[in-house]
């Protein structure tokens, strides 16, 4: 088999005619390496932005080597962020750089008109393309500078040491060993996620739920931003009673459960009836169902039964959550969180009333065995700071929602 293709000069007629008949003769997806980096803004960001684009537009990946942190190269500028990645793809080589150069240009890749290095957002290099040596004007398979470059062949050894670079016939590793390319590279604990398959796509609307501190609101926003979902938050922060509630609790506890009741009962409904249709799916940073679950701990027993039946009307006409997630967290971690967060008058809240809510709320979720309820224990997680405990909490809701 002829693995060893040339073209010289600007002939692209002939590259995009060459990728025609590789496609037609070979009739199977072709197999890529391409090098991200971007050293401007939030870089994380960018990486998995650019990652998520080319799983839609390009393909499939099939790997992600580690974040690597790299000072600039060819020019003075911040330190970038740096990976390599796996790419099965239908595209032709010619296809594919237009595509990379898209993802470039609506991330804000702004390109000189000079040849000089510069900072960039996002910068996308296709360093190996099957077997294929292709060289235009406008495209160079192997890219002719992966040999040279330390934050190119580190990450990509990492995913494919074996495979051999077409030209000299070394593999990735060796030439990796044969680099003279000093600088340091440092691996990160960002990490930059492979998109699933129509991610959360098997339900309509998904409800995070946790006691109070337990980074609920954090987390919707998260999967929201990250997963193309409408999000809807709980608005709280203008009631009037809640300081006067932990003030008195005895006597502003039912007109505080009264008014929370109404107001998500209204919001919610509203929200949940007006449809984007540029959304995958909904997400909240709560259901209607705790307004029971507070009162049940803060009413008395007359008021509260005055209470459910006027909730049991109300709930009916709302919106159920096809998955329930409760975010478990243990008492001492959510006062320090309370306590971080610097809200006057939660400030005095009790460890006692917040093992009663921890208490409600898996009383209910028992109760309610017909809902599909998904209990996460995060006292030993920091999904803010630490990317891999937001990845497991990721995995968890897909795979319960998968089975």
Not at 63 to 85: A, K, L, M, P, R
Not at 148 to 169: D, G, M, N, Q, W
Request: charged residues 25%.
């Amino acid at each position: 088999m002829i693995n060893l293709y040339k073209f010289d000069g600007k002939d692209t007629f002939l590259l995009h005619t060459f990728c025609f008949l590789c496609r037609s003769i070979m009739n199977t997806i072709n197999s890529t390496y391409l090098s991200l980096g971007s050293n401007i803004g939030n870089r994380t960001h960018f990486l998995q932005t650019a990652v998520d684009l080319l799983t839609k537009q390009a393909g499939k990946i099939f790997s992600v080597s580690t974040v690597y942190s790299s000072s600039s190269w060819g020019f003075d500028g911040s330190d970038f962020y740096n990976i390599c990645i796996g790419l099965q793809t239908h595209l032709d080589p010619q296809e594919l750089l237009d595509c990379c150069l898209q993802i470039e240009n609506r991330l804000g890749r702004e390109r000189k008109e000079s040849n000089q290095y510069t900072d960039r957002t996002i910068d996308i290099d296709i360093l190996l393309f099957n077997d294929l040596v292709i060289d235009t004007a406008q495209l160079q398979i192997p890219h002719p500078e992966m040999k040279f470059r330390r934050f190119v062949l580190e990450p990509l050894a990492e995913i494919a040491s074996t495979e051999i670079h077409p030209i000299s016939k070394l593999s990735i590793l060796s030439l990796l060993h044969y680099c003279s390319d000093k600088n340091q590279l440092e691996a990160t604990q960002e990490r930059i996620r492979i998109q699933k398959e129509m991610p959360f796509s098997n339900f309509n609307y998904l409800a995070i739920e946790g006691n109070i501190g337990a980074g609920k609101t954090t987390l919707s926003t998260r999967i929201a931003a990250d997963f193309n979902g409408k999000l809807i938050l709980e608005q709280f922060a203008d009631n009037p009673f809640l300081p006067k509630f932990y003030e008195n609790p005895d006597q502003f506890a039912f007109p505080l459960e009264m008014s929370f009741l109404a107001e998500r009962y209204q919001q919610f409904c509203e929200d949940t009836t007006q449809l984007d249709l540029f959304k995958n799916f909904m997400i909240s940073d709560y259901d209607v169902h705790k307004s029971l679950v507070f009162a049940k701990i803060t009413l008395q027993e007359e008021e509260f039964k005055l209470y459910r039946k006027i909730f049991g009307l109300m709930y009916k006409e709302t919106l159920k959550p096809d998955l329930y997630v409760y975010l478990h967290q243990n008492t001492e971690r959510l006062k320090k969180n309370i306590e971080k967060r610097g809200r006057n008058y939660e400030q005095d809240i009790s460890i006692e009333y917040l093992e009663k809510i921890n208490s409600g709320y898996l009383e209910y979720i028992k109760s309610h065995n017909k809902a599909r309820s998904l209990i996460i224990d995060i006292s030993e997680l920091d999904f803010v700071k630490n990317q891999a405990d937001y990845e497991f909490i990721i995995d968890e809701i897909h795979n319960f929602t998968d089975n």
